[in-house]
């Protein structure tokens, strides 16, 4: 009677509250999830009366989530062999570390939250006051994991990847990398560690021919272990079967080859340092200023023809364009400043393209085959190679779209795919038809040393990384709360700034090889055999003009032989008298 009253006096304060409600038997615990399934979480609200009650709740209770729902349990069971409210023995509801259950016992105005970190014995916390004059007085914060924030030593198994650049395994069984940084502030900050179970070869896929799972994700489905110490892509086959936590990575996923040995000559290199707009504004500097000092010249008072003024100020201007000096400098104040003011344009002009073609001279260009992971389709000149395992390879290999059914074509046979980066760079290093589809993150790790320099082709393609744990893992949302307190925090950031490590593979700078300035050497070249040419011509026309001036000055006395002076002829008169 005292049972029915007040699940009687609850539906009537609830159906009060606008909450519809109704009765369940423990025996119908199971039942209720498919009636309650469009239920985003359902409230139960538990009644324990004897000791029989305890045993049907703890027998329907074992193969029930208690994590997808929240519970409030009430103890009125008075019998005082065994105090269940206060001292329950063991884990008797089988809750988690992610259940939400509140428990009053008896009479007493004390709200109690029990989980369970280890499955074998019950977490007891007083969180709240529960009076008809007070109401609810909370003694501990809202949220779950500000006051579930101790895993008091907890041991998760664990399973490595071997071939995982964000963690690795020293000979005396510490974790050796830089992501190690970030899984122990996890550790210190939630109180727990792992136990390395097992070590595996691949991240693992999906295999349609055996229906099942490979690698270290066939680890966490299979329940041998808890979490994986890696970093997984991010994928819907494997959000069906693992819980990734927050993303710790995200990057692009590149094309690597081979670095070509030849180098591209580009002769346009020497001009494509300046935009072309630059180029124009240049150019129209030289020709207004050659117009501007024929003004100032004609103002001056010159007697010079324009035609004449023009072409002399333009090969002035392009003289110092060419870091020439004048050959007679004007007393002029006005032409003084403008030619001054050319000078100092001209150098300033000269610094920067120096500077720029230093650079770009640098950054040596490569004649590459292709240029994006559409032309590596198009071109269809080399094979495609991925880590075997992993999400790389389901990209294309269970995609639909046209596109990846081609790149399936270049890309090798499963069994021959190499198992970690490192083989897949030395195939890649022997092998020039060879390309890699992978991300840079292992570049910026440092763990890999590469046997080769290689040049990355963006692909378009962005890739994030995180853990995985298990299925419905109790401790999932723990750690992305810890997670998320280190974003928030910036101690994630400080911890890549600190472990970050730049590439001396794919991008160094070294001494620019001969073949890179043939185009500047050629220019010299040309210039000089263009002003051997002119001096040749020059020349020519000085001795031709030598030879007719020369003619000119015989021509005079040519004529004094044949035709006599006055004197002369005076002379030949007087002998003629004579004779």
Partial sequence: MEMTTMMFNLKRSLSHEG??????????????????????????????????????????????????AVWIVIFIYKENDTDYCHNPPGNIFHLRFNTEMMIRCGT??????????????????????????????????????????????????AVIVKSSTFINLKEDGELGSTFNELLREICVAL?????????????????????????????????????????????????????????HV???????????????????????????????AMFGVIIGTTILLVFLKIESGTDRKIGHL???????????????????????????????????????FWASYSAALISFLTSVNHILPFNSLEDFVA????QLVVIRG????????????????????????????????????ERVCKNQKLAIYTSDEFNKIGNLKIPCNVIRIETGHLNSFAMILSKHNPFSDV???????????????????????????????????????IPLISFFLIGIFLSTCILIIEKCIFVCKGKNNSMIHRIPSIKSSIFPSHEEEGLLWDIQIRL
């Fill in 19 to 68: 909450i519809a409600s109704t009765n369940w038997y423990f025996s119908q615990l199971q039942e209720s999830s498919y009636y309650l399934k469009q239920i985003v979480r359902p409230y139960f609200i538990v009644i324990i009366s004897n000791y029989n009650t305890i045993n049907d709740f703890s027998f329907a209770t074992r193969t029930f989530d208690m994590s997808s």
């Fill in 379 to 382: 071109v269809g000149t080399h």
């Fill in 250 to 280: 995200i990057t692009k996923n590149y094309l690597f080859i081979r670095k070509p040995e030849l180098f591209a000559v580009e002769w346009s290199s020497h001009f494509l340092t300046f935009s072309y707009s630059v180029w124009i």
């Fill in 479 to 517: 750690i992305n709360f810890q997670l998320q307190k280190f974003i928030d925090n910036g101690m994630l950031n400080r911890l890549k700034y600190i472990f970050k490590k730049k590439s001396n593979n794919l991008i160094k700078y070294q001494p620019v090889p001969l073949i890179s300035v």
């Fill in 108 to 157: 007493e105005n004390i709200l109690r939250e029990w989980y369970s970190i280890d499955t074998n014995q019950i977490e007891i916390n007083d969180v709240a006051t529960w009076s008809l004059e007070r109401g609810i007085t909370k003694l501990v914060p809202d949220f779950i994991y500000k006051r579930r924030n101790n895993l008091k030593g907890l041991i998760m198994r």
């Fill in 310 to 348: 023009l072409i002399d100020n333009f090969l002035e201007i392009w003289g110092i364009f060419c870091q020439q000096g004048l050959a007679d400098f004007t007393y002029i104040f006005s032409l003084r400043i403008a030619y001054f003011s050319i000078f100092l344009l001209i150098i300033v």
């Fill in 191 to 247: 109180n727990f560690s792992f136990d390395i179970v097992s070590e595996v070869e691949e991240f693992g896929r999906w295999n349609p021919e055996e229906n099942t799972w490979t690698g270290a994700i066939a680890e966490l489905y299979a329940g041998r272990a808890d979490i994986s110490l890696a970093g997984f892509s991010i994928t819907n086959d494997r959000l069906n079967v693992v819980d990734f936590v927050l993303p």
């Fill in 390 to 425: 992993t999400a790389y390879y389901d990209k294309f290999a269970i995609s639909k779209d046209p596109f990846a059914e081609k790149v399936m074509k270049l890309m090798l046979k499963e069994e021959n795919l190499p198992i970690t980066e490192f083989e897949a760079f």
